[in-house]
Antibody, heavy 122, light 112 residues
Framework: QITLKESGPTLVKPTQTLTLTCTFSGFSLSTREVGVGWVRQPPGKALEWLALIYWDDDKRYTPSLRSGLTITKDTSKSQVVLTMTNMDPVDTATYYC??????????????WGQGTLVTVSS | DIVMTQSPDSLAVSLGERATINCKSSQSVLYSSYNKNYLVWYQQKPGQPPRLLIYWASTRGSGVPDRFSGSGSGTDFTLTISSLQAEDVAVYYCQQYYNTPYTFGQGTKLEI
């Protein structure tokens, strides 16, 4: 059974750094053509792809946020960590992590966590 | 970035009727070497995460009812629900995974 769960603060202040952890089970991030990514969704709005890390440690980011995002993995702990610097109220959203499955350097999200709502406010 | 545009933004369909949602990409998401379209459809119900429905544009995900089907190639894609059930009320998103950043459509809200 594949599960993913996001954890981290529910409230951060503007300019602070957000650190979110995705803890997963039922698969390994050392398996070829597997990745874990992050997607966010502001309240009432559409999904936005943020970042992805592949089994081989290849990392991809959305260009609009690239300078503020870092994604890392700890295969032994079955965890992926996303950090986002200089948080702003517009970054208020539900943040999801998801397993990415596919071929080559492309993949689609087949399993998702329940998401965690992060509010940015002073 | 590849821009994904869905139509319509919202749709009301009667129970048992067909629902059709369109998705257009600003450039082709067909990888000709593999003859595969890098296009996925998700369903999202209120308060829930997205659920995978269709990948490679036309392959149903595990456990997805066969009333859901995907079609299209290149830049134009369609999600069809052949006979709408009450539990299909949701927002539907298409997403391309041809190039990063992987981009989503704006969503289509399906109502009865």
């Amino acid at each position: 059974q594949i599960t993913l769960k996001e954890s981290g603060p529910t409230l951060v202040k503007p300019t602070q750094t957000l650190t979110l952890t995705c803890t997963f089970s039922g698969f390994s991030l050392s398996t070829r053509e597997v990745g874990v990514g992050w997607v966010r969704q502001p309240p009432g709005k559409a999904l936005e792809w943020l970042a992805l890390i592949y089994w081989d440690d290849d990392k991809r980011y959305t260009p609009s946020l690239r300078s503020g995002l870092t994604i890392t993995k700890d295969t032994s702990k079955s965890q992926v960590v996303l950090t986002m610097t200089n948080m702003d109220p517009v970054d208020t959203a539900t943040y999801y992590c998801a397993r990415c499955l596919g071929g080559g350097n492309s993949c689609y999200f087949d399993y998702w966590g329940q998401g965690t709502l992060v509010t940015v406010s002073s | 970035d590849i821009v994904m545009t869905q139509s319509p933004d919202s749709l009301a369909v009667s129970l048992g009727e067909r629902a059709t949602i369109n998705c257009k990409s600003s450039q082709s998401v067909l990888y000709s070497s593999y003859n595969k379209n890098y296009l996925v459809w998700y369903q999202q119900k209120p308060g829930q995460p997205p659920r995978l429905l269709i990948y490679w544009a036309s392959t149903r995900g595990s456990g997805v009812p066969d009333r859901f089907s995907g079609s299209g190639s290149g830049t134009d894609f369609t999600l069809t629900i052949s006979s709408l059930q009450a539990e299909d009320v949701a927002v539907y998103y298409c997403q391309q995974y041809y190039n990063t950043p992987y981009t989503f459509g704006q969503g289509t809200k399906l109502e009865i």
